[in-house]
């Protein structure tokens, strides 16, 4: 089993800035990619970035230039730094990894959510 705690969700003014987290814990033997999706209410779940444990990124073309995801391997655990948000950023958060087990067997993880509100 492999659990995903997020933190760092909260109100901000538009304009602003706001970092989450999310660290992996559990019987796992490695995390490949780990990435942040987001769904606001009435929308569907969708791909904010992505970041492979070799660095490499992809980003949701509204969030390019604005956010940055990074990861710490050593701690397990990835970060989404996010600068000049807009309302319609407001959503919940939620943390994915996928990887494989000690048992040898892949898995994919969700978090349980961290709501992330842009208002003035």
């Known amino acids: 089993q492999v659990q995903l705690v997020e933190s760092g969700g909260g109100l901000v003014q538009p304009g602003g800035s706001l970092r989450l987290s999310c660290a992996a814990s559990g019987s796992f033997f490695s995390i490949n990619a780990m990435a942040w999706y987001r769904q606001a209410p009435g929308k569907q779940r969708e791909l904010v970035a992505a970041?492979?444990?070799?660095?490499?990124?992809d980003y949701a073309d509204s969030m390019k230039g604005r956010f940055t995801i990074s990861r710490d391997n050593a701690k397990n655990t990835v970060y989404l730094q996010m600068n000049s948000l807009k309302p319609e950023d407001t959503a919940v958060y939620y943390c994915n990894a996928q990887g494989e087990l000690r048992s040898g067997r892949p898995f994919i993880s969700w978090g349980q959510g961290t709501q992330v509100t842009v208002s003035s």
């Open positions: 970041i492979t444990s070799g660095g490499s990124t």
